[in-house]
């Protein structure tokens, strides 16, 4: 400045201390003594990713738009979490700053981390550091990704293996839908959106299906298989790759994997085969043959061909990771669902009532069916909420005839979640509705919650089973049914 000298020159110190880039963060990073703060940390997948960092020895901060038992107990467990969003909850000092796909670049801690030059990366990304450190285990597909991952984590944990692993639902039996274990193994649900999966680092892989999905993402099915492509490129020469061997789609993607490749199904000349032996309420036994020969006997505990083909998979990996035959059947027989699964809330007057995360066509076919044969109901009410309306918008006549078993179908508003306001003008309940009418089933419109709990109330008798079905949130009125029942059918 005019007038002083270079020795009265004073620098300012920086706002904030240095931290590193992301060019830092290597696949031998460690977060011990790290501060970690985590954007959105009340979800399954990041609250899990928070357990995992707190346990690595990080100093794990975090924030969610309102509280919930997550972010009570990862407080509980040390993490510093606020249940508002705003910049100056950022720590002064940070070493990363994770955020989750529902976390949009105006929020106000992200913009902030941005400005101060803190290293930020995505939930998926922080989920590839960690495990680059471990040997990874990734189910994708798009269906049956949490209870396959769920399964594999449970048969790994009883045969002593102690996994660590992140799971998009809570399991009971698992403590939650994340856990942290001493053992070499790291278990986690790939979700294809946003291409997250590309961002793992996994050793051991399965891919159950592929259909068409998030399409406010991907412009059709090509651009989702090839984001399949890309994942499977992820696995090393040593590693393996399990897959659905009855899935056109999927064989379409396998020729650029550099791992071995094994098959599973029911029917065909597969590495892994289930023979059905038969079925008690949908829950399926069935042989495991391995090549040309008998390795195990699996009975499940929960109903669906589905959940068959899942445990078939599970089988394979576990397999793999070391774990005998008998343990891994013993273990499935015993595996009793992923939270949000045909989830069975309660009984009143006779009248069942279940929840389910189904939100895709298929999904929503054989839930039915495998609700149909396990609870045998006089009739089969459905509360199903679509989710976003570029997913209902592109598969409306798929949807209207998966609920081919059910006898009465009731459609709240369409969930919205990150869809535009132009998205949202092109499609509405309605139109689910009377496309069902179209497919020959039987569908009304209801707006409100309050109306759709009364009207159930009194049309449901003894024998008959409730469905609410959905991923946004339609499970509140299960017990919101429950009650109403109780109200008005006591002594009854």
Same mark, same amino acid.
């Given at each position: 400045?005019?007038?002083? #000298?270079?020795?009265?020159?004073?620098?300012?110190?920086?706002?904030? &201390?240095?931290?590193?880039?992301?060019?830092?963060?290597?696949?031998?990073?460690?977060?011990?003594? *790290?501060?970690?703060?985590?954007?959105?940390?009340? $979800?399954? $997948?990041?609250?899990?990713?928070? =357990?995992?960092?707190?346990?690595?020895?990080?100093?794990?901060?975090?924030?969610?738009?309102?509280?919930?038992?997550?972010?009570?107990?990862?407080?509980?467990? $040390?993490?510093?979490?606020? #249940?508002? *969003?705003?910049?100056?909850?950022? +720590?002064?000092?940070?070493?990363?700053?994770?955020?989750?796909?529902?976390?949009?670049?105006?929020? &106000?801690?992200?913009?902030?981390?941005?400005?101060?030059?803190?290293?930020?990366?995505?939930?998926?990304?922080?989920?590839?550091?960690?495990?680059?450190?471990? #040997?990874?285990?990734?189910?994708?597909?798009?269906?049956?990704?949490?209870?396959?991952?769920?399964?594999?984590?449970?048969?790994?944990?009883?045969?002593?293996?102690?996994?660590?692993?992140?799971?998009?639902?809570?399991?009971?039996?698992?403590? $939650?839908?994340?856990?942290?274990?001493?053992?070499?193994?790291?278990?986690? =649900?790939?979700?294809?959106?946003? %291409?997250?999966?590309?961002?793992?680092?996994?050793?051991?892989?399965?891919?159950?299906?592929?259909? =068409?999905?998030?399409?406010?993402?991907?412009?059709?099915?090509?651009?989702?298989?090839?984001?399949?492509?890309?994942?499977?490129?992820?696995?090393?020469?040593?590693?393996?790759?399990?897959?659905?061997?009855?899935?056109?789609?999927?064989? %379409?993607?396998?020729?650029?994997?550099?791992? +071995?490749? =094994?098959?599973?199904?029911?029917?065909?000349?597969?590495?892994?085969?289930?023979?059905?032996?038969?079925?008690?309420?949908?829950?399926?036994?069935?042989?495991?043959?391995?090549?040309?020969?008998?390795?195990?006997?699996?009975?499940?505990?929960?109903?669906?061909?589905?959940?068959?083909?899942?445990?078939?998979?599970?089988?394979?990996?576990?397999?793999?990771?070391?774990?005998?035959?008998?343990?891994?059947?013993?273990?499935?027989?015993?595996?009793?669902?992923?939270?949000?699964?045909?989830?069975?809330?309660?009984?009143?007057?006779?009248?069942?009532?279940?929840?389910?995360?189904?939100?895709?066509?298929?999904?929503?076919?054989?839930?039915?069916?495998?609700? %149909?044969?396990?609870? %045998? +109901?006089?009739?089969?009410?459905?509360?199903? *909420?679509?989710?976003?309306?570029?997913?209902?918008?592109?598969?409306?006549?798929?949807?209207?005839?998966?609920?081919?078993?059910?006898?009465?179908?009731?459609?709240?508003?369409?969930?919205?979640?990150?869809?535009?306001?132009?998205?949202?003008?092109?499609?509405?309940?309605?139109?689910?509705?009377?496309?069902?009418?179209?497919?020959?089933?039987?569908?009304?419109?209801?707006?409100?919650?309050?109306?759709?709990?009364?009207?159930?109330?009194?049309?449901?008798?003894?024998?008959?089973?409730?469905?609410?079905?959905?991923?946004?949130?339609?499970?509140?009125?299960?017990?919101?049914?429950?009650?109403?029942?109780? *109200?008005?059918?006591?002594?009854?």
């Amino acid at each position: 400045m005019i007038g002083l #000298t270079g020795s009265e020159i004073k620098v300012a110190p920086p706002l904030y &201390p240095a931290v590193p880039s992301l060019r830092d963060f290597t696949r031998n990073w460690l977060p011990v003594g *790290q501060r970690v703060h985590l954007i959105g940390v009340g $979800g399954c $997948g990041m609250r899990g990713a928070a =357990e995992m960092l707190l346990r690595r020895g990080a100093i794990v901060s975090g924030s969610d738009r309102a509280a919930s038992d997550a972010t009570a107990i990862l407080a509980s467990h $040390g993490a510093k979490v606020y #249940t508002t *969003q705003a910049a100056d909850h950022l +720590p002064e000092s940070c070493h990363l700053v994770v955020y989750s796909a529902a976390i949009k670049e105006t929020n &106000p801690e992200l913009a902030e981390a941005r400005r101060r030059g803190y290293p930020v990366m995505k939930y998926s990304q922080l989920l590839g550091l960690l495990m680059a450190q471990q #040997t990874g285990l990734a189910i994708a597909g798009t269906h049956g990704k949490s209870t396959t991952t769920a399964m594999v984590a449970y048969v790994l944990r009883r045969a002593g293996c102690d996994p660590s692993y992140v799971i998009g639902a809570e399991v009971e039996q698992l403590g $939650g839908g994340s856990g942290y274990g001493e053992g070499e193994h790291f278990v986690v =649900e790939a979700c294809e959106y946003d %291409r997250s999966f590309v961002n793992l680092r996994p050793r051991l892989a399965a891919i159950l299906n592929i259909e =068409e999905d998030h399409l406010d993402y991907y412009a059709d099915l090509d651009a989702i298989e090839e984001a399949f492509r890309d994942f499977i490129a992820l696995l090393p020469a040593d590693g393996l790759l399990v897959v659905n061997g009855e899935d056109r789609n999927v064989q %379409r993607v396998l020729a650029g994997s550099v791992a +071995p490749v =094994e098959t599973f199904g029911f029917e065909g000349n597969f590495n892994w085969r289930a023979n059905i032996l038969d079925s008690n309420n949908g829950c399926i036994r069935f042989e495991v043959w391995r090549g040309d020969r008998v390795l195990t006997e699996v009975a499940m505990s929960i109903p669906g061909r589905h959940n068959a083909s899942n445990a078939l998979a599970a089988m394979a990996l576990c397999f793999r990771a070391g774990v005998e035959p008998e343990t891994i059947a013993k273990a499935l027989g015993e595996f009793g669902g992923a939270g949000r699964r045909l989830t069975l809330r309660g009984s009143v007057a006779g009248v069942t009532v279940v929840d389910d995360y189904a939100h895709h066509p298929t999904e929503i076919q054989v839930t039915l069916r495998a609700a %149909r044969d396990f609870y %045998r +109901p006089r009739k089969m009410f459905v509360v199903f *909420q679509p989710h976003q309306h570029s997913r209902t918008r592109c598969l409306l006549n798929d949807f209207a005839r998966s609920f081919g078993s059910a006898d009465l179908v009731i459609v709240p508003d369409i969930f919205f979640v990150r869809d535009s306001e132009s998205e949202r003008d092109l499609i509405d309940s309605i139109d689910l509705v009377e496309r069902i009418h179209a497919q020959g089933g039987e569908a009304r419109y209801e707006k409100s919650f309050e109306r759709i709990v009364m009207q159930l109330g009194r049309e449901v008798r003894e024998g008959d089973l409730v469905i609410t079905m959905g991923a946004g949130d339609v499970w509140r009125m299960a017990d919101q049914l429950l009650d109403c029942l109780k *109200q008005t059918r006591s002594g009854k």
